[in-house]
């Protein structure tokens, strides 16, 4: 018995993008952030002085890759979903061979029984390959959520970056046109709040990279045990 197996082309796009965005931190929009710097001591600044458009762009961007992230996670999930019948249909018809494995040696039918012992390592085959199949597609969801969950760390984390970007400019604003030394107080306590905010969305943010990081590895872990199961079905053995 022969069951034709088809492997279709797994899903696994990295969103490199986001990955990539935090090296970018501090590095983009220096000219046109002097402003800020200039009534800030920067030997305090801990989170580096980005211009507005800058920050904005990645929010923009890690958007798009939340997007993006949740078109894989749905088609993910739908190539997942298609295997729990397949599987089952594969162990009922192992469940047939052995009912007449049973008869074959209960009547004495050697040859016939010869035959079917082949036929159930063939099963057995084709089952463990779409389980294969199905673990494949389970690392490749758990990826596709760990990147939506990645994206949506980055626009919370560059959208208090906005914010922090907003109110540093503030005590330029103010000291131009006569602000009290109260509400510059005030203004520095708001942005060092901010500061702390975005540090601790900015640690959030790393832990789920390295999340993804470590669910890619299991991915690729995964696709060289289908490949081993491939090459058992096609030789045979």
């Given at each position: ?33 002097q ?6 001591d920067?030997?305090?600044?801990i ?35 298609a295997y729990?019948?397949?599987i089952?249909?594969?162990k ?14 209960k ?131």
């Amino acid at each position: 018995m022969k069951t034709a197996v088809s492997v279709q082309p797994v899903l696994n796009r990295p969103i490199g993008l986001l990955l990539c965005i935090g090296l970018c931190l501090g590095l983009s929009g220096l000219s046109s952030a002097q402003t800020a710097a200039s009534t800030v001591d920067t030997s305090l600044v801990i989170i580096p002085t980005r211009t507005t458009d800058a920050v904005q762009a990645d929010i923009d961007n890690a958007r798009k890759a939340k997007s993006e992230a949740d078109v894989r996670r749905s088609a993910a999930q739908s190539l997942r979903d298609a295997y729990d019948p397949k599987i089952a249909l594969a162990k009922k018809e192992i469940e047939v061979i052995d009912k007449k494995r049973d008869l074959a040696k209960k009547e004495k039918r050697d040859a016939d029984l010869v035959t079917l012992e082949v036929e159930k390592k063939s099963a057995e085959r084709v089952k463990d390959l779409l389980e294969r199949q199905r673990d494949l597609r389970d690392a490749e969801l758990d990826v596709a959520k760990g990147e939506v969950d990645l994206a949506l760390a980055g626009e919370t984390v560059y959208s208090l970056e906005l914010e922090l970007m907003k109110k540093r400019l503030e005590p330029a604003k103010s000291t131009g046109t006569g602000g009290s030394a109260l509400s510059l107080g005030a203004t520095q306590q708001v942005v060092r709040e901010l500061e702390g905010r975005t540090l601790t969305a900015q640690k959030e943010m790393a832990d789920k990279q390295e999340t993804v990081a470590q669910r890619q590895k299991k991915l690729v872990e995964r696709r060289l045990q289908l490949f081993e199961s491939q090459g058992k079905l096609t030789s045979g053995k």
